[in-house]
């Protein structure tokens, strides 16, 4: 049984769980103003259990062996653990101010956005002691790193940029000014894309330099970008003011193929096997499963503030798993 005082001192690496196990698969949704984590069975699409965190979950990350989902609860300074197929907590560990985090494509770190506190760190993926603290910009907000693990990339909400770390140096690439509050942050094809709120968009990047290659508007609020790895489609969530709702586009060309409308502010999203798409509802304490063929969606009841969701099924998938890439 974990206490408080060995949860404080779990180990960072677990013995592995099998990549899919027996039993209906479960959505973890971080409730960011209840403090707590939804897990939903997605056959009923009930709440089954709610987990408490201390204060405020927004994303996940998921380790390379997937013995373990990784919750960060930023307010809290905590990263919660959980078995990504069974749901069971396996403790925490104080961290400071884990607001988006991710590990690096081979492994060797672990990125750390500390929105409320101004910094980047850079922790080694194993042990997450602190390897490099980086003030880059105001509200740290999302990242991705390219594919070979060099660089990394982290949206300043409050300075209006997007910062580049060069994780092989661990000193700071390039600064550049995006649009106002940039989001979400997407390594695709060679180039980098930031969802930017107050622009109803996002831009394309050139990783080499910081220079924008392209504007694209989506719609009000444009927060976050994902990649549907196996339909070859991108959705970018528009959380508002305004209208809100999906948009799907062509990943080469960024034609627009479908608006979605979804009242209650979309955040981020997952996708199950069938293809319909669980999208968070930040401002109606909900999650949407829509079916993308239809336009239609049901609803789900959750926690106040529903941000981020990781689906079970994602570990049936070949590859690197990322909230990012689903």
């Known amino acids: 049984m974990l206490t408080r005082r060995t949860a404080l001192t779990l180990p960072f690496a677990l013995t592995a769980t099998p990549a899919w196990a027996a039993g209906n698969p479960l959505a973890f949704v971080l409730n960011s103003a209840a403090g707590s984590v939804s897990i939903i069975d997605m056959q009923t699409r009930q ?191 528009n959380r508002g003011p305004g209208q809100t709702g999906l948009t799907a586009l062509d990943p080469e060309t960024f034609e627009i193929l479908h608006n979605y409308l979804i009242p209650g502010g979309p955040d981020d999203i997952g996708i199950d096997p069938s293809g319909h798409i669980w999208v968070c509802l930040r401002y109606a304490e909900s999650v949407a499963v829509l079916n993308p063929d239809t336009g239609a969606y049901s609803t789900i009841p959750v926690g106040r503030s529903p941000h981020g969701i990781f689906l079970s099924t994602l570990l049936r998938q070949k590859g690197l798993i990322t909230a990012e890439r689903i």
Not at 67 to 79: K, T
Not at 137 to 147: C, K, M, V
Not at 227 to 234: A, G, Q
């Open 47 to 237: 709440v089954v259990r709610t987990a408490p965190t201390y204060r405020e979950p927004s994303h996940w990350a998921l380790t390379r062996n997937r013995s373990q989902l990784l919750i960060c609860d930023a307010g809290g300074n905590a990263l919660f653990f959980f078995d990504p197929v069974t749901g069971a907590p396996l403790g925490h560990r104080r961290i400071a101010d884990p607001y988006q985090i991710g590990f690096t494509p081979n492994n060797k770190y672990f990125a750390v956005n500390a929105l409320r506190l101004d910094f980047v760190d850079i922790y080694d993926a194993t042990t997450l002691a602190l390897v490099k603290r980086f003030k880059a910009g105001l509200w740290p907000s999302h990242l991705d790193f390219s594919p070979d693990s060099r660089w990394s990339f982290h949206s300043m909400q409050n300075s209006n940029t997007l910062v580049s770390l060069d994780l092989t140096t661990l000193t700071k690439r390039w600064s550049v000014k995006v649009g106002e509050t940039p989001a979400g942050v997407l390594w695709l094809n060679g180039k980098v894309l930031v969802c930017i709120m107050g622009a109803r968009g996002f831009v394309e990047v050139d990783p080499l330099n910081g220079r924008i290659t392209r504007r694209v508007v989506t719609g009000d609020g444009a927060h976050n970008i994902f990649l549907d790895t196996r339909r070859n489609i991108l959705y970018v969530s």
